[in-house]
């Protein structure tokens, strides 16, 4: 073990501190980022229904398999429509983005009372107005979104209620337009993604409850002849500062920690879910019954957890001209009768 410093790095990333317990089921998206072309809905949010293989063909203007079929890891995500409650409009205060104004729609979805209990006493309204110049001092749009989990087989009814950007468009006027015209509506994910292109995704993390060091942070277990313990590690630290330091490998939570993975390619979005179907449902999820995503690689999250899509907030380096082409999916169908 001469000279560990020098030929082994540290087991345990300390990029991800604290390793705790997440607040909530469903992830949070804190950043929206800036795009060009249409006026759109920067995000979405589906459901991880799980994973599989298949073949692509390779479109990358880089890649030495350029033209060839690749073999590639798949994440089939069911993605129902979103219903638009409220638009939100931001402006620039002292104290940083404020509200300037709420709107909420004249109709609200039947199960959403089983997240706001106080809208049982609501009464029907006009649909609202924004207020005439106000547009100039906003600076970012967002609506208000709910899911539809009852309209899959998750077992679930009562909604997640959050927001969505809206970005794309010459002006702030234009995205105002853009989602008082979404009020009231449902949207589809093609209102965010497109094939071949690049998202992020948020999810909370598979939980694995109470770990030891070896499990959490893959510290080296120790000789058989080692005094003590072997599943833990031989010093807490010098005695000088007297603490335990931040650094060293402790036992506690494993998982259930909300995780972003960039830059994953949008490589298909099939309306028709017959044609990603298995014979028996997917493996503890069931019968896809609403549209799907499938992007290229893994995601975080167990089944039937919500997952929150955003469109790409960093450069991905990839020139892609066309969308790769899915040409196979491992997925076992019904045998025509």
Same mark, same amino acid.
């Given at each position: 073990?001469?000279? *560990?410093?020098?030929?082994?790095?540290?087991?345990?990333?300390?990029?991800?501190?604290?390793?705790?317990?997440? =607040? =909530?089921?469903?992830? #949070?998206?804190?950043?929206?980022?800036?795009?060009?072309?249409?006026?759109?809905?920067?995000?979405?949010?589906?459901? #991880?229904?799980?994973?599989?293989?298949?073949?692509? +063909?390779?479109? @990358?203007?880089?890649?030495?398999?350029?033209?060839?079929?690749?073999?590639?890891?798949?994440?089939?995500?069911?993605?129902?429509?979103?219903?638009?409650?409220? +638009?939100?409009?931001?402006?620039? @205060?002292?104290?940083?983005?404020?509200?300037?104004?709420?709107?909420?729609?004249? @109709?609200?979805?039947?199960?959403?009372?089983?997240?706001?209990?106080?809208?049982?006493? =609501?009464?029907?309204? @006009?649909?609202?107005?924004?207020?005439?110049?106000?547009?100039?001092?906003?600076?970012?749009?967002?609506? !208000?979104?709910?899911?539809?989990?009852?309209? &899959?087989?998750?077992?679930?009814?009562?909604?997640? /209620? %959050?927001?969505?950007?809206?970005?794309?468009?010459?002006?702030?006027?234009?995205?105002?337009?853009?989602?008082?015209?979404?009020?009231?509506?449902?949207?589809?994910?093609?209102?965010?993604?497109?094939?071949?292109? %690049?998202?992020? /995704?948020?999810? $909370? &993390?598979?939980?694995?409850?109470?770990?030891? $060091?070896?499990?959490?942070?893959?510290?080296?277990?120790?000789? #058989?002849?080692?005094?003590?313990?072997? *599943?833990?590690?031989?010093?807490?630290?010098?005695?000088?500062?007297?603490?335990?330091?931040?650094?060293?490998?402790?036992?506690?939570?494993?998982?259930?920690?909300? =995780?972003?993975? *960039?830059?994953?390619?949008?490589?298909?979005?099939?309306?028709?879910?017959?044609?990603?179907?298995?014979?028996?449902?997917?493996?503890?999820?069931?019968?896809?019954?609403?549209?799907?995503?499938? +992007?290229?690689?893994? !995601?975080?999250?167990?089944?039937? #957890?919500?997952?929150?899509?955003?469109?790409?907030?960093?450069?991905?380096?990839?020139? $892609?001209?066309?969308?790769?082409?899915?040409?196979?999916?491992?997925?076992?169908?019904?045998?025509?009768?």
């Amino acid at each position: 073990m001469g000279h *560990r410093k020098q030929s082994a790095p540290r087991h345990g990333s300390l990029a991800f501190r604290p390793r705790a317990r997440f =607040r =909530r089921l469903t992830p #949070r998206i804190r950043f929206w980022p800036e795009v060009d072309g249409r006026v759109r809905l920067l995000g979405f949010a589906g459901y #991880r229904v799980g994973m599989t293989n298949g073949f692509i +063909v390779d479109t @990358s203007e880089s890649s030495p398999f350029k033209g060839k079929e690749v073999f590639t890891p798949l994440t089939i995500i069911e993605t129902p429509p979103l219903s638009v409650v409220g +638009v939100r409009l931001y402006g620039n @205060s002292v104290q940083g983005l404020q509200v300037f104004w709420e709107g909420w729609a004249s @109709s609200l979805p039947e199960h959403l009372k089983r997240r706001i209990t106080s809208l049982g006493n =609501r009464k029907a309204s @006009s649909p609202p107005n924004v207020p005439d110049g106000l547009v100039e001092r906003i600076r970012e749009v967002r609506v !208000i979104v709910a899911t539809q989990p009852y309209r &899959t087989g998750i077992g679930k009814k009562a909604p997640e /209620v %959050f927001e969505i950007g809206v970005g794309g468009g010459s002006s702030v006027k234009e995205r105002v337009d853009y989602a008082m015209s979404l009020l009231g509506k449902e949207v589809k994910a093609g209102e965010a993604l497109e094939e071949g292109g %690049f998202i992020d /995704v948020f999810a $909370v &993390t598979k939980g694995k409850g109470f770990q030891g $060091v070896v499990k959490r942070f893959r510290v080296k277990i120790m000789d #058989r002849k080692s005094n003590k313990t072997r *599943r833990g590690i031989a010093t807490l630290g010098p005695w000088k500062p007297s603490g335990v330091m931040y650094t060293v490998p402790r036992p506690g939570q494993m998982g259930y920690m909300q =995780r972003l993975v *960039r830059n994953l390619q949008v490589l298909k979005m099939v309306d028709n879910p017959e044609e990603v179907n298995t014979v028996s449902g997917f493996h503890k999820y069931g019968v896809v019954r609403n549209p799907v995503v499938i +992007v290229n690689g893994s !995601i975080p999250g167990t089944p039937k #957890r919500l997952v929150k899509i955003r469109v790409s907030a960093r450069k991905h380096g990839v020139k $892609v001209k066309q969308p790769p082409v899915l040409t196979h999916i491992n997925i076992r169908r019904p045998v025509a009768a």
